[in-house]
């Protein structure tokens, strides 16, 4: 499975709209993780959307900022982020397994190349 992850501007202010799109796989049958490590920080957990229940969660620190959703056609797994603040500027990572722990950044076996996201104050 390779994933490659993009970003998109989006209309909002501070809004960027993150893809993670899989060759060799059905995207849809993997449970998908988003991730980002800011320079000289850990890697942590921002999102994922499950394949057993189909439904997303977030970290605490999102709240109700960003949403997750996939788009099978295409597939193709989405993270909206709105309202970004400066001190999100990290790598942003995309990730899929077939059963990770939601947040377990160890679990994920496929990972996408990191797309970086700046955020000016």
């Known amino acids: 499975v390779q994933l490659q992850a993009s970003g998109r501007l989006g209309a909002g202010w501070r809004s960027l709209r993150l893809s993670c799109t899989a060759s060799g796989a059905i995207l849809e049958q993997y449970t998908v993780g988003w991730f980002r490590q800011a320079p000289g920080k850990k890697r942590e957990w921002v999102s994922c959307?499950?394949?057993?229940?189909?439904?997303?969660y977030f970290a605490d620190f999102v709240k109700s900022r960003f949403t997750v959703v996939r788009d099978n056609a295409k597939n193709t797994v989405y993270l909206q982020m709105n309202k970004l603040r400066p001190e999100e500027t990290a790598v942003y990572f995309c990730?899929?397994?077939?059963?990770?722990?939601?947040?377990?950044?160890?679990?994920?076996?496929?990972w996408g190349q990191g797309t970086q996201v700046t955020v000016s104050s």
């Open positions: 959307i499950s394949r057993e229940d189909g439904y997303s």
């Open positions: 990730a899929a397994d077939l059963y990770p722990t939601c947040n377990g950044y160890s679990e994920y076996e496929f």
